[in-house]
């Protein structure tokens, strides 16, 4: 059991509320899984106490007691996936104990994707909150940038996911990077 309607198939089971389908689903899709939380963790320390299999897990863990999920494709299902193990890698962020917050951050450089790593734990921890505040102002938008710079989608599976065009999706991207670092930088001088 691993076809396209499968899946489909089980998504809308677990949807229902069906926890078994879940578990069903998710062996057939851990490669993706892996990668998604692999991209994350791209940049670590070998060592780091985070470990992209133990992302994996702790998104599974969160995921499987949701209640009235709603996705109905894989790339649906994959987004609240890389949702999940970005609010994982935030919420280890925000946990650690830093003695000296804020000494010493380079510059928040918003690229395609984002990198994780113990030197940039300050960094995601601002674009977080800056994302946090354009969610509210434009959810879409706020939408885009998390799927594309957390999740490591593409426009074109961005587009899936949102049912939007990839050419909204491109200008959602610019616009929500342009407004991100403005957030940013009024909070901290090292923006750019």
């Known amino acids: 059991m691993s076809g396209v309607g499968d899946i489909t198939c089980l998504l809308a089971d677990w949807n229902s509320g069906d926890q078994a389908a879940f578990d069903r689903l998710v062996p057939i899709l851990y490669d993706e899984l892996h990668r998604i939380a692999s991209h994350h963790m791209r940049g670590e320390r070998p060592g780091h106490v985070l470990q992209t299999t133990a992302v994996v897990h702790e998104a599974y863990l969160r995921l499987i007691g949701r209640q009235n999920v709603s996705c109905q494709t894989r790339t649906e299902f994959l987004a609240i996936a890389a949702q999940t193990m970005r609010r994982v890698l935030i919420d280890y962020a925000r946990g650690r ?60 599976e961005v587009a899936g996911v949102l049912r939007i065009s990839p050419v909204t999706v491109a200008r959602d991207w610019r616009m929500a990077k342009v407004w991100l670092r403005r957030q940013i930088g009024s909070g901290s001088p090292h923006a750019t």
């Not at 940039?120 to 601002?126: C, N, S, Y």
């Not at 909150?129 to 989608?153: H, I």
């Open 97 to 156: 104990d830093r003695s000296k917050r804020g000494d010493g951050i380079s510059p928040v450089v918003l690229g395609e994707t984002a990198v994780i790593s113990e030197d940039r734990i300050e960094e995601l921890i601002a674009i977080q909150s800056a994302l946090e505040s354009l969610s509210a102002f434009d959810p879409r938008k706020g939408r885009v940038f998390e799927l594309r710079y957390f999740g490591g989608m593409s426009v074109e």
